[in-house]
């Protein structure tokens, strides 16, 4: 598992502190690398902007909310999916929303799953924990394209 | 010489007037001739002086005399001369010469010469010769010009004649002689005695000289076949014939002169007259007609066998009975003083008719007369119908005719009885209709009326585009047709429109309903009707709505309409914003203060007490619950703002399917579903399987404090509308907070009592009712509860 970084793109420091802690408790030792907003998940993916040349990893899965400042989650998803060295990257949308049109767009750009989080932290704590144990564990990831 | 000159002296002569020419070449005695003449009284003579010379003057002056020598130079002596003159001009011519030879005088005689004088000669014997000729010479025209007459009269005669001779050949025949038989020519050698046609007796009689007459039918095929002459005639002709014998001292006499005319016509008319006289007796004694020939006496001269009939007597007993008596009048019969004495004579048609046609003999009458008094025996009066005529004979006499019409009038009668009855019952019949007429006018008048109130116009066209009726609406907008047609006053247009609506109707013969945009500017709500006159002539009946008003509300409606759905989708738009970021921002905070919480009473157990961790229980739980409130107010919301769907959805499978999560859920409940079997409807699939889940839900729910529950999906029909319910025997509800069941966050139990927003029926009722339908509830308290609802238009 090690050397398997998590991309997580949420705006709020809350979410990721419980998101955190949910990983930190669910004996998840992956690294989790944080994106505040849209444009910073792009920047680390691409190495662009402030990320430039930072010789990063790609990450095992991406961790995506869809309301976030500046460029949103589904047109991060949509710049991932049309680029050749994002394309394959497993995507999973988590959000609070359960909007119909949220589910359609997200799925038809190429999420390939979508969790709500919920409310109740003792869920959201279980909701981590399969995330982590499927697509860190049973799931095999795609091979790096490349890391330059 | 002139010795004879001193002889004329002193003589007084009468003047004449008789012109002479002398033709002599001696030109003394020229002279002396001339002289002597004149002293004759003569006018003064010509004198030629050669034969030529002679027959030129007597051509020319053509006297009355010619004095000729007979010797005379020249190629044309005296005697050529002469006979030339007397033959081309018939003038006559007295011979003068000195010489008087035998052979000469032979010679002058041929041309017959008036007088011959041998010179010298006395003035006497001129004048003697002079006055011989001219009175010979008289004489000899006159005889001429009475020849002619009787040519003229013999030719010209419509008589034929013909003078035959001693053997009866004919010698002379005029035109009619043969015209009459058809004779081309005069049949020259066959005698009238070789013709079979004359009679015997007459021929015996021709022979003793004596003259005949007699009528004869001359038959021209018996001439024919004897081919005594050539005639175009045939058959037979009718011939007067007159033929009398001329010297008759000899015998047999010297001719015959025969007068013969065609009678053939007289012949037939006479024979005409004498049937038509036959005709009239038998028609006069077999006519049904009583007829009387009265004489100025008014006695019977003569009447018919029907006449008898009515007169009651045989016809040996008519003649000299008075006319009263022959018309059986019992007044005239009755009184000894005859006819005219009776009390009502006075008035008597018959009597003045027959009185008046006797006495003017021009009058005619016809005159219906009723025989006054009943014989014994006789039932009814008798009618007759007379008539009088005066007859054209020399005894005044006058014709009665009666003619017995009782039968005829009495059929009269009745005809006029029944004719009268006929005339009242119409009478009777034309007031009622009359007055009929009069309330059909008034009511016509109110209908005018009625239809000249309307606030609509009314018209009616003609197919060839006239309009005979147009309402006050009508004419007070569009004007007066004043005989135009509709285009031409309406439209100013000469041709009819390309497009009218109006008359489609024509084609179509149904009613039609359209809009219009007038003349005017203004709107009309039209209807065209196939009308069919009177006459049966087929009409447009067209009446117009004035809708501008409407219209305009119509307009403005519509535009106030679209700006609200503008508005509405812009808020729809809005509150979908707003619910997406209820959804997703206020969850947020509910779940950090959830998680925090949480993470608080992991971290830091040991350093809070019993009191303050039920505290974070409670701050979990209320965040928990307001996660819920949100979920399912946005369900709620949704339930309003989705698309609907319209598929076949099968009730029963959705809501067995449902039961079977419910239990799966409640293992350790004690429930029992009931759901009705093949239950299908059309409507929005997820929005109905959300209504059975939360209707089940609910049930499954509100039984929960019971040890087990029955719990029952069903439909009824009430008032053939099909009703679903869904029953439980749980906590049921107090009927007096039936009105809140509905109402969104509404609950009529505590959430520690039974879990829940409040949402569940709020939306089951949304559902219902975008489906068209009803939803209601019934409920006791602990004794259960059942939601009823219908989906619309479902039978």
New interface residues.
Partial sequence: MAGKVILLVEDNSDDVDLTLRAIKRNNIANDVIIARDGVEALDYLFATGSQQGNGRLMPAVVLLDLRLPRLDGLDVLQRMRSDGKTRCIPVVVLTSSKEEQDLVKSYSLGANSYVRKPVDFNQFHEAIRLLGLYWLLLNEPPPIVGSA | MCFHSLEAKGRISTLRSERVLIVEDEAIEALDLQHRLASLGFPTPEIAHSGEEGVRKAEKTRPDLVLLEILLPGNMDGIMAAEKIRSQFEIPVIYLTAYADENTVQRAKMTEPYGYIVKPFQERELNIAIEVSLYKSQMQRKLRESEEIFRGIFESSPIGIAICDSLGRPVSVNKAALEIPGLFEMPGESSMFSDPNLPKEPRERLRNGEPVRFQIAYDFEKAKRLKLYDTRKSGIMWLDMSITPFNTEQKPPGGYLIQFQDITEIKRSEQALTESERLLEILFASIPVSMLVLDKDRRVFEANEAAAQLAGRDMGEMFGLQSGEALQCLHSMDDPRGCGWGPSCVDCKARLAIVDTIESQRSHYQVEWQRPLMREGETKEKTFLLSTVPLPTARNEILVCLENITEQKRVEEELRKARDELETRVQERTRGLKKANEAMDEERQRFNEVLETLPLYLVLLTPDYQVPFANRFFRERFGKSHGRRCFEYLFGRTEPCEICETYKVLKTLAPLEWEWLGPDGRNYYVYDFPFTDTDGSTLILEMGVDVTEQKRAEEALRKAHDELEIRVQERTKELEAFT?SV???L??????I??????LLEDYTAKLDEQGKDYLSRV?TA??R???LI?DM?ALSRVTRSEMRHETVNMSNVAQAIADELRKAEPHRQIDFTVAQGLTTEGDPFLLRQLLENLLDNAVKFTSKHPSAEIKFGVMRRGGERVYYVRDDGAGFDMSYVDKLFGPFQRLHAPTEFPGTGIGLATVQRIVHRHGGRVWAEGVVEKGATVYFTLGTEG
């Fill in positions: 997406y959804s997703h921002d969850r947020a905070p509910l779940r950090s959830d998680g925090f919480s949480q993470a979990r965040s928990q307001m996660g819920q979920d946005l």
